[in-house]
């Protein structure tokens, strides 16, 4: 089993930054690739960003350009860097990860709520 507790989320102007960050725990070495997803009120849950054990990445086009997504093995944590921020991108914001081995598992986070407003 894998734990993912996420962090970092609040209110942010339009054009300001805010950082995700996402600790995993528990069996942390079944796990591949982590990521971030998101879902707007009355929206199907989409993926924003992932990275793989190795460090490749993938976007959205809707973020690419304006969010980072890293990953530090050594704290067994991912991050989401969001800068350039729009009201668009309110939304509640999950962390994923997903096992490297059948069956593939994948475990959520609780999630984290995003709000940009002026």
């Known amino acids: 089993q894998v734990q993912l507790v996420e962090s970092g989320g609040g209110l942010v102007q339009p054009g300001g930054s805010l950082r995700l960050s996402c600790a995993a725990s528990g069996n942390i070495f079944s796990i591949n690739a982590m990521g971030w997803y998101r879902q707007a009120p009355g929206k199907q849950r989409e993926l924003v960003a992932s990275?793989?054990?190795?460090?490749?990445?993938n976007y959205a086009d809707s973020v690419k350009g304006r969010f980072t997504i890293s990953r530090d093995n050594g704290k067994n944590t991912v991050y989401l860097q969001m800068n350039s921020l729009k009201p668009d991108d309110t939304a509640v914001y999950y962390c994923?990860?997903?096992?490297?081995?059948?069956?593939?598992?994948?475990?959520w986070g609780q999630g984290t709520q995003v709000t940009v407003s002026s």
């Open positions: 990275i793989t054990r190795v460090g490749g990445t």
């Open positions: 994923n990860a997903v096992e490297q081995f059948y069956p593939y598992r994948e475990y």
